[in-house]
């Protein structure tokens, strides 16, 4: 495979060892009942006790070089196998860091998880079993068919005959595990979604009491997967036993014509061992090497799946004189900016246009799924624009390096995402190299300080996955911490006050408008209280700009703005 072959060259010398140690082993299990059969009828047949003990200290020879080519064999067939997917697991995880949210969107998480665990696994068997069984038996059925030929011509004829019943079994096999193996794959796909569904969302299932029916929908994608499960390894187990059954008919068969040709002194009985050691090695070798083309079309799907995920030409990368700075003006211009999602029909934006300056306070709000959080998505290229263009100190975002453009920007989102580990290396992901000090001020600034300072650990509180040790607000102080600490060019806020309390929201702000004064700083709120002082409010509707002005001037002239206030004001506030 195709796959296999681009890590593989990585490996050569253990490559190269693992050939040396099949020689090793297959001198030993091919030599030692020749040397045998030499003891029987040259031996122990004369009563000859040297040649006897001759043959005896080459055996121990031959042993000892079957020995350490075995575990040659096992130690470099497993350093191949693990290391190779090793390197697969790592590109794939680099991978996915370089998708934008349409890659995400397109192969979904569940079965990016899929490809990493599972179908890696299934190519590490595998690479396994080729470097343990596909480079060995070939050697092994070429040395033992000679050996048999050279042994008895007339007894060989038996193995002849059963090769192609034993090839036709493995097509057949092959064949039809091809599409169960390709189900089962999915099925696990669809497993890990509903799994990550569940524990995510444990608490709307429970308020909903939704316990029974996840349980059953759960409960029906797992017994699909073991239906095809079960399929696959019935069809692989269905093929030792068939083999055996085979290899024991065709040694009765033998002994049958054998015994009449020692009988009639044309065999002896030397010989007519080392042919049945010869017999089983090369009809075993051919099981053994059949078991690979039986694995094959399993481990042909996952190759491709994973192939897929890395062939995948994410839509969001750098252009080829990527640029790492613009001009230094601090600002940032939409300019007639129209978006559509890649599976949507409508665009989401239409002819969005608005220019910032330096310590510009720029506010959204509008009606649910009005474009607010796509709008700013747009800024630090987690999507790009479809007509129109964005720019930031005079350059459009498309030209610029993504490390360098994510580096002028402090994204707090609308969903905080915490990392399981300490507060100081949750704040510390925003700038790596911060001190002391400046962790405390970002903390001090974004009103963390107090309850960060009131725990056992402190800034060593040690955090659970996705922070659920602590509170919504909590949690959002922090993210807003992690964004000051790096002092961007521009702040974007989605949402990112709706889990405050009033007075934590206005002493918060107090603190940031210092701080962010020579920053652009971009607010997507559904509250009014959070925008009111905003030096510009921009109001959006169906993907569209139906205002901007400030909050006096939109109460004025438009009339959605107004309707929002005066859902969340009073008369005498709106009065004002």
Known sequence: MRLILRYLKKYRLYVFLNILGVFGFATAELGIPTIVSNMIDNGIALDNKSYIYKLGVLILIVAVIGGI????????????????????????????QEFSHTEYNKFGVSSMITRTTNDAFVLMQFINVIFRTALLTPVMILISMFMVIRTSFSLSIIIGGCIPIICFGVFIIAKTSDPISNRQQKGMDKLNRILRENLSGVRVIRAFRKDSYESRRYSMANEAYANNAKKLFKLMSVSEPAFFMLLNIAIV??????????????????????????????????????????????????AERIEELLNEEPTIKNS????????????????????????SEAPVLQNVSFQAQKGDVIAF?????????????????????????????????????????????GLIPQKTMLFSGSIKENIKYGKSDAAEAEIKKSTKIAEAYDFITDKKDQFEEIL?????????????????????????????FDDSFSALDFKTDAKLRKRLRDEISDSITLIVAQRISSIVDAGKIIVLNEGSVVGIGTHDELLKNCEIYYEIAASQMTKEELAR
């Open 464 to 492: 659970e996955e996705g922070g659920r040790n602590l509170s919504g607000g909590q949690k959002q102080r922090l993210s807003i911490a992690r964004a000051i600490i790096r002092k961007p060019d521009i702040y974007i």
């Open 253 to 302: 068969i033998v002994f049958i014509i054998s015994s009449k040709m020692i009988d009639s002194g044309t065999l002896q009985v030397g010989k007519l061992v080392a042919f049945e050691e010869y017999m089983f090695h090369a009809m075993f070798s051919i099981m053994l090497f059949s078991i690979v083309f039986v694995m094959y079309p399993r481990a042909e799907i996952s």
């Open 69 to 96: 080519g075995n575990i040659v064999l096992a130690y470099c067939s497993s350093k191949v196998s693990t290391s190779i997917i090793r390197d697969i697991r790592n590109d794939i995880f680099k991978k996915a």
């Open 365 to 409: 709000i509008g009606s649910t799924g009005s474009g607010k959080s796509t709008l700013i998505n747009l800024i630090p290229r987690l999507y790009d624009v479809s007509e129109g263009s964005i720019k930031v100190d005079g350059v459009d975002v498309r030209e610029y390096d993504l490390a360098s453009l994510r580096k002028k920007i």
């Open 320 to 343: 080829e004189n990527a640029v790492t700075s613009g001009d230094g003006s601090g600002t940032l211009e939409f300019d007639h900016v129209t978006f559509k999602y890649p599976d």
